[in-house]
């Protein structure tokens, strides 16, 4: 009885429930069909972005200016713009007048103070400092400027000190003068080592092309110590120019020497490499000191002797420096890495790619073909060409593009790029290269057997589109392999010995 009691009081409770369920239900509906509409979703950030890029922003709304992108270079932005061609019957968004292109810094200018100390720390500390070098940089570069102080300034007595030793007497007017040539000629050497000491980076990337560069330099330094006996009256500005050659040769090989022992040692022995090396170096001038003293008494032809001495010295050096087989991916060695891998299929031995490292080239000079991290103004003639090819790297941390008017491939970097993107753009920029010269060969004057082909063919705003397009493909098939063997090899791939400019595409 008592269960069929409980059972009647559950089956009258669902039923209430179910009820109230009811007409909790027709309430919602109610209000449901007497709301107003909705409105329509804000659009994200990124919506937002991308309906704005390549067209004009808001402040530019009446005008015939269309945004591009935004670019930075060591925290300051610039915003670039391009004007739209008047021409009506066009429907293209890439149209734009030419030369039209425009850049607007977003940061009022530095201040003459801040200008100052920027120019003094790049001379004085390294990029990156503090973050870039250890906690005791700072002590014992202090000590060592001090140490130098008291260095030089001992060393104008002790020059004065010799030249009193060789009979000229501090009585007369000449010892002066001839000590005050003298400093001035070492503090010239001095000014010049110091100057030079600001392209300290690039003592990592183009350890070989600056070692050689300093010893042509040490030879140059000599040839105008010797022309001072010719010409006694121009002694100072030659002397001071020689010393300048010199020290800056000085400051070369002392900054390449450790990178270079660093590749000979096996293990925690970098130290007695070192020594070692030194050790033969000095015996090395010692012997040759008293070669030259041996045939100096012969009174041999100054310039004959001098001539034959230096072709020894440079071919000497230039064996040297070929010899060094170093680990590291730099911009040349790099190079020839994806040139034999497009070409052969395969990444040359670390010997093989050492020996076909172009050694004989100055470093400064900007005549390569394949740019990393440029800015925009110098990638893109036309801006057009730019909204094109963005499409096709809106998943890469890069864009590449080739400017037929400076015959050049531009890889721009992103501002969210990180190592490995850096080492893709550079991979695609050789990649792009090479298709645009197999392009340009199928236009070659027969007869023509310029290695380099007719460059002088400008390619079309849809060629260079196309090409792209193309090497897009080809990158994604074969990055990662050109990877894999590189490694099979024995290489190391640094994005900061391809020397990346410092400009990036940023978000506006």
């Not at 060592?144 to 002790?158: Q, S």
């Not at 100096?296 to 010295?313: A, D, E, I, Q």
């Not at 080739?402 to 920029?429: Q, R, W």
């Amino acid at each position: 009885m008592k269960f069929r009691q409980s059972q009647t009081l559950t089956s009258s409770t669902s039923s209430q429930d179910a009820r109230l369920l009811a007409r909790e239900t027709l309430r919602i509906s109610a209000q449901l069909a007497s709301a107003p509409p909705s409105a329509p979703p804000t659009p994200t950030p990124l919506e937002s972005k991308n309906l704005k890029l390549g067209f004009v922003e808001e402040e530019f709304v009446n005008s015939s200016l269309r945004f591009i992108c935004c670019e930075e270079i060591d925290g300051r932005r610039w915003k670039y713009l391009a004007e739209n061609h008047d021409d009506s019957s066009s429907s293209s968004n890439l149209i734009f007048k030419k030369g039209s292109l425009k850049s607007v810094c977003l940061q009022t200018p530095q201040a003459p103070i801040e200008e100052l100390v920027s120019f003094i720390r790049s001379y004085v500390v390294p990029e990156g400092f503090p973050d870039s070098v250890s906690s005791s940089y700072v002590p014992y570069m202090r000590w060592r400027a001090l140490k130098h102080f008291f260095g030089g300034a001992m060393g104008v007595f002790t020059t004065q000190s010799l030249l009193s030793s060789v009979g000229i007497s501090r009585n007369f007017g000449a010892p002066g003068a001839v000590a005050i040539n003298w400093i001035l000629k070492d503090g010239a050497g001095r000014v010049g080592k110091m100057l030079f000491a600001r392209q300290g980076k690039k003592f990592d990337y183009d350890l070989k092309q600056l070692r050689f560069a300093g010893d042509l330099l040490m030879e140059f330094g000599a040839g105008l110590e010797l022309a001072t006996s010719a010409v006694p009256h121009l002694f100072l500005p030659l002397a001071c120019a020689a010393n300048v050659a010199k020290n800056v040769a000085a400051v070369t090989s002392t900054s390449t020497r450790t990178p270079i022992y660093k590749a000979f040692a096996r293990g925690e022995n970098l130290g007695d490499v070192t020594a070692k090396g030194e050790c033969v170096g000095n015996i090395a001038d010692l012997l040759g000191t008293g070669f030259s003293i041996m045939i100096s008494k012969r009174n041999p032809s100054l310039v004959t002797t001098f001539g034959l001495l230096s072709c020894g010295y440079l071919l000497s050096s230039y064996q040297e420096v070929k010899s060094v087989v170093l680990h590291t991916l730099n911009r040349a060695r790099f190079t020839v890495a994806v040139n034999s891998f497009i070409t052969t299929g395969q990444v040359p031995s670390l010997k093989e790619g050492n020996l076909k490292e172009k050694v004989f080239t100055f470093p400064w000079k900007e005549d390569r073909p394949v740019l990393l991290g440029s800015r925009f103004k110098d990638a893109f003639e036309d801006p057009g060409l730019y909204i094109a090819l963005e499409p096709l790297f809106e998943r890469e941390r890069y864009l590449v593009t080739y400017n037929p008017e400076k015959k050049k491939v531009y890889a721009l970097l992103k501002d969210n790029a990180k190592s490995d993107d850096i080492l893709k753009a550079a991979f695609h920029g050789h990649v792009l290269l090479h298709s645009i010269r197999s392009s340009l060969k199928e236009h070659t004057v027969p007869g023509n057997h310029n290695k380099y082909v007719n460059l002088d063919i400008v390619p079309t705003f849809s060629d260079i589109e196309g090409v792209v397009a193309e090497s897009c493909k080809m990158v994604s098939n074969t990055y990662g392999l050109f990877k894999y063997k590189a490694t099979e090899q024995g290489w190391m791939m640094l994005e900061s010995l391809l020397n990346p400019g410092r400009a990036r595409l940023c978000q506006n």
